[in-house]
């Protein structure tokens, strides 16, 4: 007898062009992952019939829908469908910049500031929170990781030191690195693919949508990703129908992110005490049910909830005194993976939070953390030509 292995299984999946419906042509591609509980689930139907024997004589089959999670490492480039699903939104190539003839680029340690001669960062839709890399500046700044902090129309600052560059380059260029998604309204489906080679057959997922991302972060472990999934339908496939992804794409190599290789940026400042960041995306998905279907017609969004809570070591009462005060901030996590400049990357920003509790936590003898937490907001004031995206989560990845 045969035992499936979960080493011997295989999850694939693809974005489906019409939701609930197989790609036609399916390619697919491997997922990586930690674990998974994708299943189907029903509504089952019981009477409510007095009967004279005491027995209940009829449980019918309701509602059908596809449940559970899909549990792995965040590593650049390993999730990046399901990171966009979990925004809503799609990953976009950022802004970028060739500095002219007679419109250098001037640089000050001082102040971590570049400094352009002609044009508007802002219009050329650089945004705070974005991840830069330099070419053709200096050598202290080409080809870094550099977090923009700070922007005007002129002025680009950034939270990492900087090489002071006094005369005007003309020969440099800035571009966002990698690509962004944010929070938006798209409604992407997929169908995603459970193969058992060992059973000899696959459970075949169809109109699944994220209905919540989850992203850890602890001091001496691998961040991690979680997705819920609600989906429509499951059917099994076997034999030579089996797997539906005949040859799907490999799900690439890149290591998992870890968070002491990451920084933690809050309120203006980098924190380096910080003892865990924890993060949930909330899209509120129902499954619509109708007359005449076993399945559901659509699963329906909600609104878009993103809290959190960031733990850290007690240092100063600034982010207790921010929660007293209902004061606004950023933050942003910039997790980057090991090797030379410029490294991967998988950066987190959040442009507009409000703290929702600040809690001091007696550990008796040991070091006294706060908790903090948190809801993200809309940035209202961002847009085309502002500092801001307009958007309350956007995620950017340099790599694969």
């Given amino acids: 007898m045969t035992v499936q292995t979960g080493l011997a299984t295989e ?29 189907l689930a029903k509504t089952m139907l019981r009477s409510d ?35 966009a699903a979990g925004l809503r939104g799609a990953w976009q190539t950022g802004a970028s910049f060739a500095a002219a003839p007679g419109a250098g680029v001037t640089a000050d340690t001082a102040t971590r500031t570049f400094t352009r001669a002609a044009g508007s960062w802002l219009d050329d839709g650089f945004k705070t929170g974005d991840v830069v890399r330099w070419s053709g500046l200096s050598a202290g700044n080409d080809g870094r990781n550099l977090r923009v902090e700070a922007l005007t129309a002129v002025a680009m600052t950034v939270a990492e030191a900087v090489e002071t560059v006094a005369a005007p380059e003309e020969g440099c260029a800035c571009a966002v690195a990698g690509a962004k998604a944010m929070t938006g309204t798209a409604q992407p489906s997929f169908t995603i693919e459970q193969h058992y080679a060992d059973a000899g057959f696959s459970q075949v997922f169809t109109g699944c949508r994220v209905a919540r991302l989850q992203l850890g972060l602890s001091p001496n472990g691998l961040a991690t990703v979680a997705f819920t999934v609600a989906g429509r339908d499951m059917e099994i ?9 005949a040859a799907p794409a490999a799900p690439g190599n890149v290591p998992p992110l870890a968070a002491v290789d990451g920084l933690l940026r809050l309120g203006g400042r980098d924190l380096g005490i910080v003892t865990g960041l924890d993060l949930r995306v909330d899209l509120n998905v129902s499954a619509e049910p109708v007359v005449g279907a076993r399945d559901a017609a659509a699963l329906c969004y909600g609104r878009t909830e993103i809290g959190g809570t960031v733990t850290a070591f007690l240092e100063d009462a600034a982010l207790l005194a ?14 980057a993976a090991p090797g030379a400049e410029p490294r991967d990357f998988v950066a987190l920003h959040l442009p507009r939070l409000v703290f929702t509790g600040g809690e001091v936590l007696d550990r008796g003898q040991e070091g006294m953390p706060v908790r903090l937490p948190f809801q993200a907001l809309l940035r209202t004031d961002g847009g085309p030509g502002t500092a801001w995206d307009k958007a309350a989560m956007v995620v950017q990845r340099g790599g694969e």
């Fill in 11 to 39: 999850i694939a999946f693809e974005a489906e062009a019409a939701f609930g419906v197989k790609p036609a042509a399916p390619a697919g591609r491997l997922l990586r992952r930690v674990s998974t509980s994708l299943h």
């Fill in 49 to 83: 019939e007095v009967r004279g024997d005491a027995q209940l004589a009829v449980c019918r089959e309701g509602l059908r829908r596809v449940e559970g999670e899909l549990r792995g490492e965040l590593a650049p480039g390993a999730w990046d469908d399901f990171l």
């Fill in 322 to 335: 921010a929660f007293a005060a209902g004061e606004e901030a950023a933050l942003h996590a910039l997790l």
């Fill in 237 to 245: 496939i076997e034999d030579a129908d089996a797997p539906f992804f």
